[in-house]
């Protein structure tokens, strides 16, 4: 199983970078995860956001492997702690599928991309930089793996 992180937004900080390549090294044995930015919509002044969202929505559609179980990162969906997500990382091996992660744009995802989401996951309350999200994820999904291979990396 392969998971593919498709985010809205390119040229992550080099902070960001290098702390979601370190995390993606450690993944790697368990999970191959890989990063495909989409361009993000044309915003600004005489801009519609609506339309923006669209045209990233169409991208991000258009990245998505063929059969793969997508789970789109949302502010609405459901919140997991390190030990459930571990627990639906398992039972998402057990689908035998590879996995999509998705982070929308500043206005979220487009309608499609959520009618076409098998799942939603929050990562909580708090609003985060949607760079910020992609280290994030690839740090739970590391711990998650983790606590399913018995590694010590998660000590709650």
Avoid: C
């Avoid at 044995?29 to 915003?43: Q, S, V």
């Avoid at 639906?88 to 500043?106: S, Y």
């Avoid at 280290?135 to 606590?147: G, I, K, N």
Wanted: glycine share 10%.
């Amino acid at each position: 199983m392969k998971a593919r992180l498709i985010a809205v937004g390119e040229r992550a900080p080099a902070w960001v970078a290098e702390g979601f390549a370190e995390y993606r090294k450690r993944l790697s044995f368990w999970l191959p995860l890989d990063l495909i930015e989409i361009e993000p919509g044309l915003r600004g002044k005489g801009r519609d956001a609506a339309r923006a969202t669209a045209d990233e929505g169409a991208r991000v559609l258009a990245a998505l492997p063929k059969s793969a179980h997508i789970v789109a990162l949302d502010g609405r969906g459901k919140m997991h702690g390190s030990e459930e997500l571990a627990q639906r990382l398992e039972h998402w091996r057990g689908g035998g599928r590879d996995l999509a992660f998705l982070i929308g744009g500043p206005e979220g995802h487009a309608p499609d991309v959520l009618a076409r989401a098998d799942e939603r996951w929050s990562l909580g309350p708090l609003t985060l930089p949607h760079m910020l999200v992609r280290l994030v994820l690839a740090e739970q999904l590391y711990r998650a793996a983790a606590l399913l291979a018995n590694h010590p990396y998660h000590r709650a």
